[in-house]
């Protein structure tokens, strides 16, 4: 067996079954990436990720969702745009683009603040959220992402016709055809 299959990239982790969360994939990562059999790769970044990193993606079968946005300018405090976030979070609420693995260019900043955001609408408490951003964030953190999560606008968001299974559950609202831990 390939050591390679033990090179996960540094933030790589599942954030929920079928969605997992990283920073930009290098070569040395897809023979471990290629296991996870990615639908969607969501790249969250205002460029294009290295040719090298797309045409692994494209070689693997995996979708390139791209989620680009113009860096606000230092007078705002938005370290994102609320389309960004809301664009990102109607894609991997989507069943249908699943397995997908979120990244950005460090897997903290953009990656945290859509996870964030996520957990928020699956009614996690502030504190929680907080608490999985930092550890994914450590000396990095910055209070801003925080401050975004907790001021972000939920109802932005269209929910898709095809929810996963973990979202529907959080949403106490299971499908009628689905009888949970039976």
């Known amino acids: 067996m390939s050591s390679d299959l033990f090179t996960p990239p540094e933030q790589f982790g599942m954030v929920e079954p079928g969605l997992y969360r990283s920073d930009m994939l290098l070569p040395t990562h897809f023979p471990f990436i290629k296991q996870f059999c990615f639908k969607t790769v969501l790249m969250l970044s205002p460029e294009m990720p ?7 993606i494209e070689e693997a079968g995996m979708e390139l969702g791209m989620t680009t946005w113009i860096p606000t300018q230092p007078t705002t405090w938005r370290p994102v745009s609320e389309e960004l976030i809301k664009e990102g979070l109607e894609l991997i609420l989507n069943a249908e683009t699943h397995p997908v693995l979120i990244m950005c260019t460090s897997g903290i900043h953009e990656t945290g603040t859509l996870v964030g955001c996520l957990r928020k609408l699956e009614g996690w408490n ?3 959220i907080v608490t999985e951003y ?3 964030a450590g000396t990095k953190a910055r209070y801003v992402n925080e ?3 907790e001021l972000f606008d939920l109802d932005l968001v269209t929910l898709p016709r095809t929810l996963p299974l973990w979202f529907t559950l959080s949403q106490n609202d299971p499908p009628a055809s689905v009888i949970p831990f039976s």
């Open 126 to 128: 502030f504190s929680s």
């Open 134 to 136: 930092r550890s994914f």
């Open 50 to 56: 290295p040719r090298i990193t797309v045409n692994l």
């Open 147 to 149: 401050q975004f999560i």
